[in-house]
Structures are given as C-alpha cells and as structure tokens.
C-alpha cells in the first residue's frame, strides 16, 4: 500500500466493491474501529458495471475485487452471498441477488421464495446463508474467506429491520429473524459478520 492510499491522516483506504446499500452499512458497522477508512462505489459513480456470472459465490467475489482493484487502484473487498434452501436443493444459492428476475425487488424475490416453499412443512424448510468475500491488492495479490449461518425459512416476513431475505431468515437460537434481531447482535453472528471477522484476521498483512 502507497502513500495515495490513505487518507490524509494516514489511515489506509480500502474500497468495497458493492452498490447494496443495505450491505455496505453493516460492513461499515462491523468493521468500524478497525483503522481503515472505507471507500464504496459511491465514490467512483463512473465505473463500469462488473457483470456477476461466476458459477460459485467465491467466482463472483473475486471478480468484483479483482475488476474494482484494477479500476480504482485501492485494496479492494468484495463479497457474493448466497441464501442456499435445503428444500430448494440448494436455490437460489449464487443467483439470489437474481432469483426473481432483473429489475426485481427484495419483496419479488421473497415472494418468490414463499411461493416455492408453499406446503413445505416446518422441518423441511432448513436454510444457510453463505457469504464468500474476498480481498484484491493492486500488487496481485488475493485471499478468499467464509463465513456462514444456519437457521430456517419462515412463512411469513417477520421484522422491519435489515434487507433482501433477513425478514425470512428465522435463527433458531434467537427464536427471531435476522429483520428481527438487533443489528449488533445480527453483524456478530451472520454469514456476512463471520466471513468479516475472518477478513479481518488477513487484512492487515494486506495493508
């Protein structure tokens, strides 16, 4: 990392590579006192779109890293995560951001997912959240970490907090959604939060 790559009181910048807003929040809230200072894709608002067609999550992430990195010149993170529904053999998996089609909303895509689910009993509709994140350095260099939670899809939404399928997403230790739960509570226990703590782990040989 030069010099051009911290701010002016020496902090090091690190770009995350997403446009989900709901997502950069609880990135900046799970490493917020870690040192560095996040850049989002709000900063650079003419960059090309990178195209997400990775047949895994890590392909996606590493894509997203690599492209931004390139692009910006900043230590670059970036995740893909994937909701994988043991009913669903798996989906929507790598193309949750995608499941009810382009232009669709969060409410289409659960939607969407209540309406396959329709009939399946309570012990059937066991889930995971994975999220594969990774890490590109304008030298070259790159690691993937993951994190991930299990729990169970509701029939409902439940809880006016966090985004796409969190109202959906029951934890069975919490008796609550990740909608439901608190956000500090959600960012230490979640897919995105463990693959962060294990980012965290790596990042400073990065820096």
């Known amino acids: 990392m030069t010099d051009s790559d911290r701010d002016k009181t020496g902090r090091a910048e690190v770009m995350v590579a997403t446009q989900n807003r709901g997502k950069l929040r609880e990135i900046r809230e799970i490493l917020e006192g870690s040192g560095v200072v996040l850049l989002s894709l709000d900063d650079y608002p003419d960059l090309p779109e990178v195209v997400e067609d990775g047949e895994t999550l890590a392909e996606n992430a590493l894509k997203k890293a690599r492209s931004i990195c390139a692009w910006t010149g900043h230590v670059t993170i970036a995740d893909d995560t994937g909701l994988e529904v043991e009913a669903l053999d798996g989906r929507p998996g790598v193309h949750s951001a995608r499941y009810a ?49 299990r729990g169970m899809i509701c029939e409902e939404p439940k809880g006016a907090n966090g985004f796409g399928y969190d109202p959906l997403f029951l934890v069975p230790e919490y008796g609550m959604t990740f909608a439901e739960i608190a956000p500090e509570v959600k960012n230490r226990i979640s897919h995105r939060g463990r693959a962060l703590a294990g980012l965290m782990k790596v990042l400073p040989a990065y820096l």
């Open 101 to 149: 089609g382009d232009g669709a909303g969060d409410a289409d895509r659960r939607a969407k997912l209540l309406a396959e689910l329709g009939g399946v009993p309570e012990e059937g509709r066991g889930a995971a959240f994975r999220c594969v994140m990774a890490i590109a350095t304008p030298d070259g260099r790159e690691e993937l970490v993951e994190g991930e939670c």
